[in-house]
């Protein structure tokens, strides 16, 4: 049987991207630091990952200030919200195809 | 890649969506200790108001006809209620950061914060709007409004938590309209609503959430 290994979305191969994806999905906006705090990841692994979604175009960037602290906030895109659920449709199907092996 | 891979990457996925979009560190032995709270507070303030004779007869009215013994009462009464409230805040407060500890989720994160904000202004709105009410002498319409602008509140603050806050919101707003429907009962609407229905939430919270 023939595993659809292609239409997984190598943006999404890492780990990281997959879950700064998911909360950006689910939320409206989420701001560097929240992210920073839940995924338990370093400001520079953190910004990479977000610089690469981004030149996907997968994620806009919204830079604003708080009184006189800089507030970076991140949006997912329509393009960036169907390749995550493109990319689960491939998880979802793997797993079916391998159920049924 | 292997299925375990897959399985791994699908609960991370998951895991994420669910830290980031809701609050999931409320605890629910706080909701069992509040409503055990008001419950005491309740049966505090039935013994004082309801010294006579009569079982769950409409003193609210007599209260508020009695000119001498009104505000000694009044003042007592809410005395009760603020520390009951101020036991519950305490307790819920501590519980859930040490929850929050447990669950490796910020307390105080944005997640955290649109929960507080949407609970509070139904909140403060009710708050001056009974002060307002009690001023002017409308005590019996106290129990209701307090049990509907705190369902108000929960139903609101639902979103950013477990759905099972929402129908105890549910639960308390209809409780709200019957009391109102019903004044000079409003101590036991007000004993089930804080009460009976902390104790009853609390527990499923506890059971669905806390082991």
């Known amino acids: 049987m023939k595993i659809p290994f292609e239409k997984l979305d190598k943006a999404f191969e890492n780990r990281l991207r997959l879950q700064i994806m998911s909360i950006l999905v689910v939320n409206e906006r989420y701001d560097f630091n929240s992210l920073k705090e839940l995924l338990d990841a370093s ?17 806009v960037v919204h830079k604003s200030f708080l009184g006189r602290k800089p507030n ?3 949006e997912a895109t329509d393009k960036g ?21 | 890649m292997k299925e375990q891979d897959i399985q791994d990457e699908l609960i991370s996925i998951r895991s ?72 519950s805040l305490a307790t819920g407060l501590l519980l859930t950061v040490r929850k929050a500890k447990q669950k490796g989720q910020p307390v105080w994160g944005s997640i955290s914060r649109q929960l507080l904000f949407n609970m509070v202004v139904p909140l403060i709105a009710g708050g001056v709007l009974m002060l307002i009410l009690l001023s002017r002498g409308y005590l019996g319409i106290v129990a209701s409004a307090s049990l509907i602008f705190y369902g108000i509140a929960l139903v ?52 669905k959430y806390d082991r």
């Open chain 2, 156 to 207: 609101n603050a639902s979103n950013f938590t477990f759905k099972d806050v929402r129908y105890l919101g549910i639960c308390e707003i209809l409780l709200g309209l019957l009391a109102a429907l019903l004044p000079g009962y409003g101590l036991l609407f007000w004993a089930i609503g804080f009460g009976v229905l902390h104790i009853v939430y609390g527990s499923i919270m506890y059971l």
């Open chain 1, 43 to 59: 400001d520079g692994n953190l910004a990479s990952h977000l610089k690469a979604l981004e030149k996907e175009e997968y994620i």
């Open chain 1, 81 to 101: 919200r169907k390749a995550f659920k493109q990319h689960l449709d491939a998880l979802e199907q793997i797993i079916k195809n391998q159920k049924t092996k």
């Open chain 2, 16 to 87: 994420m969506m669910e830290r980031s979009s809701k609050f999931i560190s409320l605890s629910g032995l706080s909701g069992i200790l509040a409503g055990v709270y008001a419950l005491i507070g309740a049966g505090l303030a039935y013994s004082l108001i309801y010294s006579g004779d009569g079982f769950f007869y409409t003193r609210d009215y007599l209260i508020a006809d009695d000119n001498v013994t009104q505000v000694e009462l009044l003042s007592k009464l809410i005395i009760i209620a603020l520390v009951v409230l101020a036991l």
């Open chain 1, 72 to 74: 970076t906030n991140y």
